[in-house]
Protein backbone atom coordinates (compact mmCIF):
# COMPACT_ATOMS: atom_id res chain seq x y z
CA UNK A 1 0.00 0.00 0.00
CA UNK A 2 1.35 3.67 -0.72
CA UNK A 3 2.57 5.36 2.03
CA UNK A 4 0.10 8.30 1.76
CA UNK A 5 -2.91 6.02 1.50
CA UNK A 6 -5.17 6.16 4.42
CA UNK A 7 -8.50 5.33 4.94
CA UNK A 8 -11.34 7.67 6.03
CA UNK A 9 -12.58 6.75 9.50
CA UNK A 10 -16.02 8.38 8.69
CA UNK A 11 -18.83 6.67 7.34
CA UNK A 12 -18.27 6.73 3.27
CA UNK A 13 -20.56 6.47 0.67
CA UNK A 14 -19.93 5.31 -3.22
CA UNK A 15 -19.19 9.42 -3.64
CA UNK A 16 -16.90 9.45 -0.67
CA UNK A 17 -15.47 6.03 -1.85
CA UNK A 18 -14.15 8.12 -3.89
CA UNK A 19 -11.49 9.79 -1.46
CA UNK A 20 -10.14 6.90 -0.07
CA UNK A 21 -8.75 6.62 -4.01
CA UNK A 22 -8.13 10.22 -3.64
CA UNK A 23 -5.66 9.84 -0.10
CA UNK A 24 -3.67 8.14 -2.45
CA UNK A 25 -2.72 10.88 -3.77
CA UNK A 26 -3.13 13.61 -1.45
CA UNK A 27 -4.91 16.22 -3.21
CA UNK A 28 -8.05 18.19 -2.65
CA UNK A 29 -8.91 18.65 -6.16
CA UNK A 30 -8.51 14.61 -7.09
CA UNK A 31 -11.29 14.32 -4.19
CA UNK A 32 -13.67 16.15 -5.70
CA UNK A 33 -13.08 14.59 -9.32
CA UNK A 34 -13.61 11.58 -7.59
CA UNK A 35 -16.72 12.58 -5.22
CA UNK A 36 -18.63 12.30 -8.80
CA UNK A 37 -20.21 9.01 -9.97
CA UNK A 38 -19.62 7.22 -12.81
CA UNK A 39 -22.15 8.17 -15.77
CA UNK A 40 -25.19 5.67 -16.81
CA UNK A 41 -24.79 4.58 -20.05
CA UNK A 42 -28.41 4.15 -21.83
CA UNK A 43 -27.10 2.45 -25.46
CA UNK A 44 -25.42 -0.79 -26.30
CA UNK A 45 -22.55 0.70 -27.65
CA UNK A 46 -19.41 -0.97 -27.01
CA UNK A 47 -19.67 1.01 -24.11
CA UNK A 48 -22.88 0.42 -23.58
CA UNK A 49 -22.98 -2.68 -23.29
CA UNK A 50 -20.29 -3.14 -20.63
CA UNK A 51 -22.70 -1.30 -18.38
CA UNK A 52 -25.69 -3.54 -19.41
CA UNK A 53 -23.69 -6.94 -19.05
CA UNK A 54 -21.76 -5.66 -15.74
CA UNK A 55 -25.64 -5.11 -14.28
CA UNK A 56 -27.77 -7.88 -15.95
CA UNK A 57 -24.79 -10.64 -14.79
CA UNK A 58 -22.37 -10.65 -11.46
CA UNK A 59 -19.86 -8.58 -13.23
CA UNK A 60 -19.00 -7.82 -17.05
CA UNK A 61 -15.82 -9.89 -18.03
CA UNK A 62 -14.25 -10.64 -21.47
CA UNK A 63 -16.17 -13.48 -22.30
CA UNK A 64 -19.51 -12.32 -21.31
CA UNK A 65 -18.97 -9.23 -22.76
CA UNK A 66 -17.55 -11.03 -25.64
CA UNK A 67 -21.07 -13.19 -25.97
CA UNK A 68 -23.42 -10.14 -25.70
CA UNK A 69 -21.95 -8.03 -28.13
CA UNK A 70 -22.22 -10.82 -30.44
CA UNK A 71 -25.60 -11.56 -29.98
CA UNK A 72 -27.05 -7.57 -29.71
CA UNK A 73 -28.54 -6.77 -26.91
CA UNK A 74 -32.21 -7.72 -27.57
CA UNK A 75 -30.90 -11.76 -29.02
CA UNK A 76 -28.95 -11.58 -25.39
CA UNK A 77 -31.51 -10.43 -23.08
CA UNK A 78 -33.93 -13.05 -24.60
CA UNK A 79 -31.11 -15.52 -23.54
CA UNK A 80 -30.43 -14.39 -20.37
CA UNK A 81 -34.74 -14.36 -19.51
CA UNK A 82 -35.05 -17.34 -20.76
CA UNK A 83 -31.57 -19.78 -20.26
CA UNK A 84 -30.26 -22.60 -23.11
CA UNK A 85 -27.06 -22.49 -22.07
CA UNK A 86 -26.36 -23.41 -18.76
CA UNK A 87 -23.38 -25.20 -19.41
CA UNK A 88 -20.16 -24.66 -16.65
CA UNK A 89 -16.66 -25.22 -17.94
CA UNK A 90 -15.92 -29.24 -17.49
CA UNK A 91 -13.40 -28.80 -14.56
CA UNK A 92 -15.88 -26.43 -12.56
CA UNK A 93 -18.75 -28.85 -13.08
CA UNK A 94 -16.72 -32.29 -12.18
CA UNK A 95 -15.84 -29.96 -8.48
CA UNK A 96 -19.74 -29.83 -8.16
CA UNK A 97 -20.14 -33.06 -9.47
CA UNK A 98 -17.92 -34.30 -6.76
CA UNK A 99 -19.91 -32.44 -4.02
CA UNK A 100 -21.62 -35.10 -1.23
CA UNK A 101 -24.46 -32.76 -1.53
CA UNK A 102 -24.63 -32.81 -5.69
CA UNK A 103 -23.96 -37.21 -5.04
CA UNK A 104 -26.44 -37.91 -2.45
CA UNK A 105 -29.98 -37.21 -1.94
CA UNK A 106 -30.72 -34.64 0.86
CA UNK A 107 -33.53 -37.42 2.54
CA UNK A 108 -30.14 -39.88 3.20
CA UNK A 109 -28.08 -37.39 4.14
CA UNK A 110 -30.05 -35.76 6.78
CA UNK A 111 -31.21 -39.77 8.22
CA UNK A 112 -27.39 -40.12 8.27
CA UNK A 113 -26.96 -36.98 10.28
CA UNK A 114 -30.02 -37.07 12.31
CA UNK A 115 -28.66 -40.95 13.20
CA UNK A 116 -25.56 -39.79 14.26
CA UNK A 117 -26.82 -36.44 16.34
CA UNK A 118 -29.08 -39.26 18.01
CA UNK A 119 -26.08 -41.39 18.81
CA UNK A 120 -24.09 -38.49 20.18
CA UNK A 121 -26.61 -37.65 22.40
CA UNK A 122 -26.81 -41.18 24.03
CA UNK A 123 -23.73 -41.47 25.05
CA UNK A 124 -22.72 -41.56 28.73
CA UNK A 125 -19.38 -40.71 28.65
CA UNK A 126 -19.33 -36.73 28.31
CA UNK A 127 -15.62 -36.36 26.69
CA UNK A 128 -16.85 -38.73 23.86
CA UNK A 129 -20.75 -36.95 24.15
CA UNK A 130 -18.66 -33.60 23.26
CA UNK A 131 -16.12 -34.90 20.80
CA UNK A 132 -19.29 -36.71 19.04
CA UNK A 133 -21.42 -33.75 18.89
CA UNK A 134 -18.45 -31.71 17.57
CA UNK A 135 -18.39 -34.18 14.61
CA UNK A 136 -21.99 -34.03 13.67
CA UNK A 137 -21.56 -29.88 13.69
CA UNK A 138 -18.61 -30.14 11.94
CA UNK A 139 -20.79 -32.33 9.03
CA UNK A 140 -23.17 -30.07 9.43
CA UNK A 141 -20.96 -26.98 8.59
CA UNK A 142 -19.41 -29.00 5.64
CA UNK A 143 -22.82 -29.12 3.68
CA UNK A 144 -23.15 -25.60 4.26
CA UNK A 145 -19.84 -25.26 2.40
CA UNK A 146 -20.61 -27.20 0.10
CA UNK A 147 -24.10 -25.45 -0.86
CA UNK A 148 -22.71 -22.08 -0.65
CA UNK A 149 -18.97 -23.12 -2.82
CA UNK A 150 -21.36 -24.33 -5.35
CA UNK A 151 -23.04 -21.29 -5.42
CA UNK A 152 -20.73 -19.47 -5.96
CA UNK A 153 -18.78 -21.30 -8.79
CA UNK A 154 -21.99 -21.20 -10.53
CA UNK A 155 -22.21 -17.56 -9.84
CA UNK A 156 -18.55 -16.81 -11.46
CA UNK A 157 -18.58 -19.49 -14.47
CA UNK A 158 -22.47 -20.06 -15.74
CA UNK A 159 -23.20 -18.38 -19.03
CA UNK A 160 -26.81 -18.09 -17.77
CA UNK A 161 -25.78 -14.96 -15.19
CA UNK A 162 -29.41 -13.50 -15.04
CA UNK A 163 -30.66 -17.06 -13.86
CA UNK A 164 -27.72 -16.99 -11.07
CA UNK A 165 -28.43 -13.45 -9.73
CA UNK A 166 -31.78 -13.98 -9.53
CA UNK A 167 -31.71 -17.42 -7.48
CA UNK A 168 -29.49 -15.08 -4.93
CA UNK A 169 -32.35 -12.67 -5.21
CA UNK A 170 -34.83 -15.35 -4.50
CA UNK A 171 -32.69 -16.96 -1.84
CA UNK A 172 -32.68 -13.75 -0.24
CA UNK A 173 -36.45 -13.11 -0.24
CA UNK A 174 -37.15 -16.74 0.84
CA UNK A 175 -34.67 -16.57 3.03
CA UNK A 176 -33.54 -19.29 5.62
CA UNK A 177 -30.75 -19.15 8.53
CA UNK A 178 -28.08 -22.07 8.31
CA UNK A 179 -27.37 -21.63 12.46
CA UNK A 180 -30.80 -23.09 13.25
CA UNK A 181 -31.63 -26.85 14.26
CA UNK A 182 -30.36 -29.25 11.25
CA UNK A 183 -30.84 -26.24 8.00
CA UNK A 184 -27.04 -26.30 7.23
CA UNK A 185 -27.90 -29.95 5.68
CA UNK A 186 -30.87 -28.33 3.56
CA UNK A 187 -29.85 -25.24 2.46
CA UNK A 188 -28.21 -26.98 -0.77
CA UNK A 189 -31.44 -29.10 -1.69
CA UNK A 190 -33.49 -25.78 -0.89
CA UNK A 191 -31.54 -23.78 -3.37
CA UNK A 192 -31.27 -26.77 -6.12
CA UNK A 193 -34.84 -28.00 -5.87
CA UNK A 194 -36.83 -25.11 -4.62
CA UNK A 195 -35.33 -21.57 -5.99
CA UNK A 196 -32.91 -22.35 -8.89
CA UNK A 197 -35.18 -24.04 -11.14
CA UNK A 198 -37.80 -21.16 -10.94
CA UNK A 199 -35.78 -18.01 -10.31
CA UNK A 200 -36.85 -17.18 -14.10
CA UNK A 201 -40.24 -18.81 -14.13
CA UNK A 202 -43.78 -18.38 -12.32
CA UNK A 203 -43.48 -16.75 -8.97
CA UNK A 204 -46.88 -19.19 -8.00
CA UNK A 205 -44.52 -22.12 -8.77
CA UNK A 206 -41.77 -20.14 -6.82
CA UNK A 207 -44.11 -20.20 -3.72
CA UNK A 208 -45.21 -23.77 -3.89
CA UNK A 209 -42.01 -25.34 -4.30
CA UNK A 210 -40.96 -22.79 -0.86
CA UNK A 211 -43.86 -24.11 1.35
CA UNK A 212 -42.59 -27.51 0.48
CA UNK A 213 -39.41 -27.33 1.28
CA UNK A 214 -38.38 -28.59 5.03
CA UNK A 215 -35.64 -26.07 5.07
CA UNK A 216 -38.37 -23.22 4.94
CA UNK A 217 -40.37 -25.68 7.32
CA UNK A 218 -37.62 -25.94 9.69
CA UNK A 219 -36.67 -21.97 9.75
CA UNK A 220 -39.82 -20.61 10.59
CA UNK A 221 -41.68 -23.84 12.43
CA UNK A 222 -44.41 -24.87 10.45
CA UNK A 223 -43.01 -28.57 10.84
CA UNK A 224 -44.31 -27.70 14.77
CA UNK A 225 -47.83 -26.39 13.64
CA UNK A 226 -50.87 -28.50 14.14
CA UNK A 227 -54.12 -28.44 15.10
CA UNK A 228 -54.60 -27.34 18.57
CA UNK A 229 -51.38 -26.40 18.48
CA UNK A 230 -50.51 -23.42 16.10
CA UNK A 231 -47.64 -21.81 15.24
CA UNK A 232 -48.63 -18.67 13.73
CA UNK A 233 -44.18 -18.11 12.43
CA UNK A 234 -44.47 -19.42 9.20
CA UNK A 235 -47.94 -17.78 8.23
CA UNK A 236 -46.98 -14.40 9.78
CA UNK A 237 -43.84 -14.06 7.10
CA UNK A 238 -45.84 -15.50 4.14
CA UNK A 239 -47.29 -12.66 4.16
CA UNK A 240 -45.71 -10.11 5.24
CA UNK A 241 -42.19 -10.82 4.01
CA UNK A 242 -42.88 -13.51 1.08
CA UNK A 243 -45.86 -12.18 -0.54
CA UNK A 244 -48.41 -9.41 0.07
CA UNK A 245 -45.95 -6.93 2.19
CA UNK A 246 -46.20 -5.40 5.29
CA UNK A 247 -48.82 -2.86 4.38
CA UNK A 248 -50.41 -5.46 1.95
CA UNK A 249 -53.91 -5.19 3.28
CA UNK A 250 -54.42 -8.18 5.64
CA UNK A 251 -55.18 -8.45 9.15
CA UNK A 252 -54.23 -10.83 12.25
CA UNK A 253 -57.66 -13.00 11.33
CA UNK A 254 -55.76 -13.77 8.28
CA UNK A 255 -52.54 -14.55 9.94
CA UNK A 256 -53.91 -17.07 12.11
CA UNK A 257 -56.62 -18.59 9.15
CA UNK A 258 -53.45 -18.98 7.31
CA UNK A 259 -51.63 -20.90 10.15
CA UNK A 260 -54.34 -22.90 10.36
CA UNK A 261 -54.65 -23.80 6.50
CA UNK A 262 -50.74 -24.28 6.87
CA UNK A 263 -51.51 -26.68 9.62
CA UNK A 264 -50.22 -30.77 9.12
CA UNK A 265 -47.30 -29.20 6.56
CA UNK A 266 -44.24 -30.51 7.94
CA UNK A 267 -41.19 -32.26 7.48
CA UNK A 268 -40.63 -36.33 8.25
CA UNK A 269 -37.15 -37.54 8.39
CA UNK A 270 -37.78 -41.39 9.43
CA UNK A 271 -37.76 -43.63 6.16
CA UNK A 272 -41.21 -44.89 6.39
CA UNK A 273 -44.26 -42.97 6.48
CA UNK A 274 -46.61 -41.65 9.83
CA UNK A 275 -49.10 -44.29 10.49
CA UNK A 276 -52.75 -42.63 9.86
CA UNK A 277 -56.44 -43.73 10.36
CA UNK A 278 -57.44 -45.35 7.53
CA UNK A 279 -60.46 -42.46 7.07
CA UNK A 280 -57.42 -40.19 6.29
CA UNK A 281 -54.83 -42.22 4.09
CA UNK A 282 -55.86 -40.86 1.04
CA UNK A 283 -55.10 -37.43 2.50
CA UNK A 284 -51.32 -38.17 3.57
CA UNK A 285 -49.06 -37.10 0.97
CA UNK A 286 -45.10 -37.63 0.93
CA UNK A 287 -42.53 -36.36 -0.74
CA UNK A 288 -39.20 -36.69 -0.11
CA UNK A 289 -38.54 -35.28 2.98
CA UNK A 290 -41.66 -33.41 3.30
CA UNK A 291 -44.91 -34.03 4.50
CA UNK A 292 -48.71 -33.43 4.88
CA UNK A 293 -50.10 -35.02 7.59
CA UNK A 294 -54.01 -34.79 7.33
CA UNK A 295 -54.18 -36.19 11.42
CA UNK A 296 -52.21 -32.77 12.32
CA UNK A 297 -54.04 -30.52 9.90
CA UNK A 298 -57.20 -28.08 11.14
CA UNK A 299 -60.18 -29.74 8.90
CA UNK A 300 -62.73 -26.62 9.97
CA UNK A 301 -64.10 -24.31 7.03
CA UNK A 302 -61.80 -21.27 6.91
CA UNK A 303 -62.02 -17.64 4.79
CA UNK A 304 -58.98 -15.64 3.86
CA UNK A 305 -58.52 -12.33 2.91
CA UNK A 306 -62.52 -11.82 3.12
CA UNK A 307 -63.51 -14.80 0.75
CA UNK A 308 -63.45 -18.61 1.96
CA UNK A 309 -61.40 -21.06 0.78
CA UNK A 310 -63.11 -24.18 -0.93
CA UNK A 311 -60.46 -27.10 -0.97
CA UNK A 312 -59.42 -29.32 1.78
CA UNK A 313 -56.64 -30.86 3.25
CA UNK A 314 -53.17 -30.21 1.10
CA UNK A 315 -55.42 -28.47 -1.75
CA UNK A 316 -56.59 -25.99 0.59
CA UNK A 317 -53.13 -24.59 0.87
CA UNK A 318 -52.41 -24.59 -2.71
CA UNK A 319 -56.05 -22.69 -2.61
CA UNK A 320 -54.70 -20.08 -0.39
CA UNK A 321 -51.28 -19.54 -1.95
CA UNK A 322 -52.66 -18.84 -5.63
CA UNK A 323 -54.48 -15.77 -3.63
CA UNK A 324 -51.81 -14.78 -2.05
CA UNK A 325 -49.44 -15.38 -5.34
CA UNK A 326 -52.10 -13.56 -7.43
CA UNK A 327 -52.92 -10.59 -5.16
CA UNK A 328 -52.50 -7.13 -6.28
CA UNK A 329 -50.30 -6.41 -3.03
CA UNK A 330 -47.92 -9.45 -3.60
CA UNK A 331 -47.63 -7.87 -7.49
CA UNK A 332 -46.58 -4.42 -6.09
CA UNK A 333 -44.49 -5.41 -2.78
CA UNK A 334 -42.49 -7.71 -5.66
CA UNK A 335 -42.27 -5.60 -8.36
CA UNK A 336 -40.57 -2.49 -5.46
CA UNK A 337 -38.41 -4.96 -4.53
CA UNK A 338 -37.17 -5.87 -7.99
CA UNK A 339 -36.88 -2.57 -8.64
CA UNK A 340 -34.73 -1.95 -6.13
CA UNK A 341 -32.70 -4.72 -6.81
CA UNK A 342 -32.33 -3.64 -10.30
CA UNK A 343 -32.67 0.14 -10.60
CA UNK A 344 -32.35 2.07 -7.50
CA UNK A 345 -32.27 2.46 -3.74
CA UNK A 346 -35.55 4.84 -4.32
CA UNK A 347 -37.47 3.33 -6.64
CA UNK A 348 -39.38 5.26 -9.69
CA UNK A 349 -43.33 4.64 -8.70
CA UNK A 350 -44.05 5.14 -12.70
CA UNK A 351 -41.35 2.40 -13.20
CA UNK A 352 -42.72 0.26 -10.20
CA UNK A 353 -46.23 0.70 -10.92
CA UNK A 354 -45.49 -0.83 -14.52
CA UNK A 355 -43.82 -3.39 -13.23
CA UNK A 356 -46.50 -4.69 -10.98
CA UNK A 357 -48.80 -4.63 -13.63
CA UNK A 358 -46.62 -6.99 -15.55
CA UNK A 359 -46.78 -9.24 -12.77
CA UNK A 360 -50.10 -9.36 -12.62
CA UNK A 361 -51.14 -9.74 -16.28
CA UNK A 362 -48.58 -12.56 -17.11
CA UNK A 363 -49.28 -14.30 -14.06
CA UNK A 364 -46.62 -13.68 -12.09
CA UNK A 365 -43.78 -14.68 -15.12
CA UNK A 366 -40.81 -13.27 -13.53
CA UNK A 367 -38.94 -13.62 -16.66
CA UNK A 368 -41.68 -11.30 -18.92
CA UNK A 369 -42.10 -9.11 -15.85
CA UNK A 370 -37.65 -8.61 -15.74
CA UNK A 371 -38.62 -8.10 -19.07
CA UNK A 372 -40.55 -4.69 -19.12
CA UNK A 373 -38.30 -3.70 -15.99
CA UNK A 374 -34.98 -3.95 -18.62
CA UNK A 375 -36.73 -2.27 -21.74
CA UNK A 376 -37.44 0.53 -19.24
CA UNK A 377 -35.57 3.63 -19.82
CA UNK A 378 -35.41 4.32 -16.00
CA UNK A 379 -33.18 1.08 -15.98
CA UNK A 380 -31.35 2.03 -18.75
CA UNK A 381 -30.70 5.79 -16.89
CA UNK A 382 -29.42 3.94 -13.87
CA UNK A 383 -26.50 1.66 -15.62
CA UNK A 384 -23.56 2.06 -13.37
CA UNK A 385 -25.36 3.81 -10.33
CA UNK A 386 -26.32 0.79 -8.29
CA UNK A 387 -23.77 0.37 -5.30
CA UNK A 388 -22.76 -3.24 -5.28
CA UNK A 389 -23.59 -5.89 -1.74
CA UNK A 390 -20.78 -7.45 -0.55
CA UNK A 391 -21.77 -10.48 -2.97
CA UNK A 392 -21.56 -8.52 -6.19
CA UNK A 393 -18.46 -7.18 -5.11
CA UNK A 394 -16.72 -10.03 -4.32
CA UNK A 395 -18.08 -12.47 -7.51
CA UNK A 396 -17.39 -9.45 -9.69
CA UNK A 397 -14.04 -8.80 -8.67
CA UNK A 398 -12.97 -12.35 -9.06
CA UNK A 399 -14.88 -13.28 -12.70
CA UNK A 400 -12.98 -9.59 -14.17
CA UNK A 401 -9.24 -10.79 -12.56
CA UNK A 402 -9.80 -14.41 -13.71
CA UNK A 403 -11.90 -14.41 -16.42
CA UNK A 404 -12.93 -18.22 -17.35
CA UNK A 405 -9.85 -19.30 -15.61
CA UNK A 406 -11.30 -22.07 -13.14
CA UNK A 407 -10.82 -21.57 -9.46
CA UNK A 408 -9.48 -24.79 -7.48
CA UNK A 409 -10.97 -23.80 -3.89
CA UNK A 410 -13.78 -20.89 -3.25
CA UNK A 411 -13.03 -20.79 0.64
CA UNK A 412 -11.56 -17.88 0.49
CA UNK A 413 -14.63 -15.79 -1.59
CA UNK A 414 -16.37 -17.70 1.12
CA UNK A 415 -14.25 -15.87 3.59
CA UNK A 416 -14.65 -12.23 2.43
CA UNK A 417 -17.84 -12.28 1.72
CA UNK A 418 -18.57 -13.31 5.46
CA UNK A 419 -16.00 -10.57 6.56
CA UNK A 420 -18.38 -7.93 4.34
CA UNK A 421 -21.45 -9.19 6.53
CA UNK A 422 -23.49 -11.35 3.85
CA UNK A 423 -22.47 -14.89 4.11
CA UNK A 424 -25.11 -17.33 2.11
CA UNK A 425 -27.99 -17.92 4.59
CA UNK A 426 -25.89 -16.12 7.27
CA UNK A 427 -29.42 -13.75 7.75
CA UNK A 428 -30.72 -14.60 11.10
CA UNK A 429 -33.89 -12.93 10.82
CA UNK A 430 -36.27 -13.78 7.68
CA UNK A 431 -36.65 -10.14 6.31
CA UNK A 432 -33.21 -10.93 4.01
CA UNK A 433 -30.07 -8.89 3.66
CA UNK A 434 -30.80 -5.65 3.12
CA UNK A 435 -30.45 -3.88 -0.78
CA UNK A 436 -29.96 -0.39 -0.20
CA UNK A 437 -26.32 0.97 -0.43
CA UNK A 438 -26.26 2.53 3.16
CA UNK A 439 -26.05 -0.97 4.29
CA UNK A 440 -22.59 -1.79 2.48
CA UNK A 441 -20.75 1.74 2.41
CA UNK A 442 -19.87 2.09 5.63
CA UNK A 443 -15.70 3.03 6.37
CA UNK A 444 -14.92 -0.03 7.43
CA UNK A 445 -16.91 -1.95 4.94
CA UNK A 446 -14.32 0.06 2.27
CA UNK A 447 -11.70 -0.57 4.23
CA UNK A 448 -12.09 -4.49 3.67
CA UNK A 449 -12.77 -4.19 0.05
CA UNK A 450 -9.87 -2.72 -0.04
CA UNK A 451 -8.06 -5.79 1.54
CA UNK A 452 -10.23 -8.15 -0.85
CA UNK A 453 -9.01 -5.45 -3.80
CA UNK A 454 -5.46 -6.30 -3.39
CA UNK A 455 -5.87 -10.14 -2.52
CA UNK A 456 -7.58 -10.29 -5.62
CA UNK A 457 -5.21 -8.24 -7.23
CA UNK A 458 -2.04 -10.42 -6.57
CA UNK A 459 -3.62 -14.35 -7.22
CA UNK A 460 -4.75 -15.05 -3.72
CA UNK A 461 -3.24 -18.62 -3.53
CA UNK A 462 -6.35 -19.88 -1.76
CA UNK A 463 -8.65 -19.27 -5.08
CA UNK A 464 -5.71 -21.75 -6.74
CA UNK A 465 -3.89 -23.88 -4.72
CA UNK A 466 -0.06 -24.24 -4.76
CA UNK A 467 0.89 -23.09 -8.33
CA UNK A 468 -1.07 -19.96 -8.31
CA UNK A 469 -0.89 -17.42 -11.39
CA UNK A 470 0.73 -14.96 -12.17
CA UNK A 471 -0.91 -11.55 -11.26
CA UNK A 472 -3.72 -10.74 -13.56
CA UNK A 473 -2.88 -8.36 -15.77
CA UNK A 474 -6.30 -6.01 -16.50
CA UNK A 475 -4.80 -2.66 -17.64
CA UNK A 476 -4.55 -4.30 -21.39
CA UNK A 477 -6.92 -3.06 -24.43
CA UNK A 478 -9.89 -4.58 -22.92
CA UNK A 479 -9.67 -2.39 -20.38
CA UNK A 480 -9.25 0.54 -22.39
CA UNK A 481 -12.00 0.07 -24.44
CA UNK A 482 -14.36 -0.71 -21.59
CA UNK A 483 -13.54 0.47 -18.59
CA UNK A 484 -11.76 3.52 -18.90
CA UNK A 485 -13.92 5.45 -20.38
CA UNK A 486 -16.30 5.73 -17.46
CA UNK A 487 -13.46 6.55 -14.85
CA UNK A 488 -13.03 9.55 -13.41
CA UNK A 489 -9.19 11.94 -13.46
CA UNK A 490 -8.90 11.23 -9.79
CA UNK A 491 -9.36 7.11 -10.38
CA UNK A 492 -6.69 7.27 -13.38
CA UNK A 493 -4.18 9.52 -11.82
CA UNK A 494 -4.32 6.81 -9.04
CA UNK A 495 -3.91 3.86 -11.34
CA UNK A 496 -0.73 6.27 -13.06
CA UNK A 497 1.25 6.20 -9.70
CA UNK A 498 0.55 2.20 -9.33
CA UNK A 499 4.35 0.75 -9.15
CA UNK A 500 3.37 -2.87 -10.38
CA UNK A 501 0.67 -4.93 -11.86
CA UNK A 502 -0.58 -5.88 -8.68
CA UNK A 503 -0.87 -2.40 -7.04
CA UNK A 504 -2.41 -1.35 -10.34
CA UNK A 505 -4.90 -3.93 -10.13
CA UNK A 506 -5.92 -3.08 -6.37
CA UNK A 507 -6.06 0.39 -7.23
CA UNK A 508 -8.80 -0.68 -10.11
CA UNK A 509 -10.87 -3.23 -8.14
CA UNK A 510 -10.99 -0.75 -4.96
CA UNK A 511 -11.65 2.35 -7.14
CA UNK A 512 -15.70 3.77 -6.56
CA UNK A 513 -16.54 3.39 -10.17
CA UNK A 514 -15.83 -0.96 -9.61
CA UNK A 515 -17.78 -0.39 -6.73
CA UNK A 516 -20.77 0.97 -8.45
CA UNK A 517 -22.79 -1.85 -11.36
Known amino acids: MPRSFVLSPVPASPRRLGGIVSAVLATAALLAACSTPPAGRADFSPQGAYAWVDRISWGANPSTLASATRMGRTAWLNEQLHPTDTALPASVQAQIDAMPISREPTPSLLRTLSAANQAANALTDDAAKQAARQVYQQDLNELARQAESRALLRAVYSPAQLQEQMSWFWVNHFGVFRGKRDIRALVGDYEEQAIRPYALGRFRDLLGAVVRHPAMLRYLDNDQNAVGKINENYARELMELHTLGVDGGYQQADVQMLAQVLTGVGVRVPEDDAKIRPALQAQYVRTGLFEFNPARHDATPKTLLGAPLHAKGLAEVDEALD ?28 LVDRVAQAF ?7 AKTLKVLFDAPEFSASLGQGFKDPVHYVVSAVRLAYGDRPLEDTAPMQGWIRRLGQARYGHVAPDGYPMLASAWNGSGQLATRFEIARAIGTSDRGLFGAAPPAAPILSGPWFTQHIAPSLSPATRDA ?16 SPEFMAR
Do not use: C, Y
Not at 360 to 366: E, N, S, V
Not at 495 to 510: P, R
Open 495 to 510: LAQAKNAQEWNTFLLS
Open 323 to 350: RLARHPSTARFIARKLVTFFVSDDPPPA
Open 360 to 366: LHTDGDI
